[in-house]
């Protein structure tokens, strides 16, 4: 028995929508891209700028005094090692913010290694392992001296 069969076309897809989201996708990875070098920018070492010379004393006994209200509640069981540290270094930071306006409470250990002063990230990073650890340790006697040190001789 003899047959014909006829073959169809083969199906082919207009190019025309793959070119266009081809372009489309091109045109999108070059904007966020430039979008996010723009985003993604070192902050620039600030200036330490003065403020508040004439209430330095003032401030000085203000966070002198937390850091003993601070020490009295650890040395008599009020509040844990970890909940001392992150005192500290809440007053430590506070100080600095009202002495200099730079917003060093928000910062991370990072960003405050990159505004230049040394004193305060040797400070916070020592009060980070004891306060972030699962198991908390540090010697809180050396670390709120320091503390209190900084705050003393702070110019």
Excluded: C
Excluded at 45 to 64: D, G, Q, R, T, W
Excluded at 108 to 115: D, F, M
Excluded at 120 to 139: H, N, R, T
Aim: hydrophobic share 40%.
């Amino acid at each position: 028995m003899q047959t014909t069969i006829n073959l169809q076309e083969l199906f082919s897809y207009s190019i025309i929508p793959l070119v266009m989201s081809s372009g489309l996708l091109a045109v999108l990875t070059v904007y966020f891209r430039k979008n996010k070098e723009n985003v993604v920018q070192e902050p620039k070492v600030k200036e330490i700028p003065e403020k508040n010379h004439k209430n330095l004393p003032v401030m000085k006994e203000k966070y002198l005094s937390q850091l003993d209200t601070i020490e009295y509640n650890y040395t008599n069981d009020k509040i844990a090692l970890r909940t001392a540290y992150q005192m500290i270094s809440e007053a430590v930071r506070m100080f600095v913010f009202e002495v200099t306006d730079i917003t060093t409470q928000n910062y991370s250990l990072a960003e405050i290694k990159k505004i230049n002063i040394p004193i305060l990230y040797e400070l916070i990073e020592e009060y980070y392992e004891p306060e972030f650890a699962s198991k908390s340790v540090g010697d809180f006697q050396a670390s709120i001296d320091k503390a209190r040190r900084v705050i003393k001789e702070w110019n």
